[in-house]
């Protein structure tokens, strides 16, 4: 099984600045990584996917980079709608996905 | 699209549930479909997945030989049949959508709100 390990837990950041996730995989999964938002009481929202490509209606202020075991989402100017908890998950080997425990991305 | 499921509720242990996800908005019998679950206050983990033609069907570790996915395209429904089910299983129930481009999947591209399974020891 690839462990996906996130950093940090907990992220705290001023509105309008930028934040900076980190995703690692336990072995090399190319980029074959996805993103996730979730916000309290609501379902994951797919955010990025092929570890840099925007799904259908992200902002561009949302970026994705990495590959191998080191990925990175990027948020270049927080809004207040971004504050939320952030997965990456590994689709390397259908369907055994696996998720990384998450980032909560906090208001400094 | 949309997915909405159903069927959650409060059991004991070593009792059974069967989850339901209707779906809408997009042809179902084009695509594998997904049970990820949300243990309260944790993180997200895969629980099973079916293939487009209900043909294959994977299950985590966790869950093997306790649960069985189906789907019935007719009814463009997916289903999730938990047994034997565990204190450990209480979690919201997602069903979700592979987001398949060209024979390939990238992860899952559209999630239903949820179910809540509470299993009481």
């Known amino acids: 099984e690839v462990v996906m390990t996130q950093s940090p837990a907990t992220l705290s950041v001023s509105p309008g600045e930028r934040a900076t996730l980190s995703c690692r995989a336990s072995q090399s999964v190319s980029t074959n990584l996805a993103w996730y938002q979730q916000k309290p009481g609501q379902a994951p929202r797919l955010l990025m996917y092929?570890?840099?490509r925007r799904a259908s209606g992200i902002p561009a202020r949302f970026s994705g980079s990495g590959s191998v075991t080191e990925f990175t989402l990027t948020i270049s100017s927080l809004q207040s709608e971004d504050f939320a908890v952030y997965y990456c998950?590994?689709?390397?080997?259908?369907?055994?996905?696996?998720f990384g425990q998450g980032t909560k991305l906090e208001i400094k | 699209v949309q997915l909405l499921e159903s069927g959650g509720g409060l059991v004991q242990s070593g009792g059974s549930l069967r989850l339901s996800c209707a779906a809408s908005g997009f042809i179902f019998s084009n695509y594998a479909m997904n049970w990820v679950r949300q243990a309260p206050g944790k993180g997200l983990e895969w629980v099973s997945t079916?293939?487009?033609?209900?043909?294959?069907?994977y299950y985590a570790d966790s869950v093997k030989g306790r649960f069985t996915i189906s789907r019935d395209t007719s009814k463009n429904t997916l289903y999730l049949q938990m047994n034997s089910l565990r204190a450990e299983d209480t979690a919201l129930y997602y069903c979700?959508?592979?987001?398949?481009?060209?024979?390939?999947?990238?992860?899952?591209?559209?999630w239903g709100q949820g179910t809540l399974v509470t299993v009481s020891s």
């Open positions: 979700a959508k592979d987001n398949e481009d060209s024979g390939f999947t990238y992860g899952y591209d559209y």
């Open positions: 092929a570890a840099s």
């Open positions: 079916i293939s487009d033609s209900g043909g294959s069907t």
């Open positions: 998950q590994q689709y390397n080997n259908w369907p055994l996905y696996t």
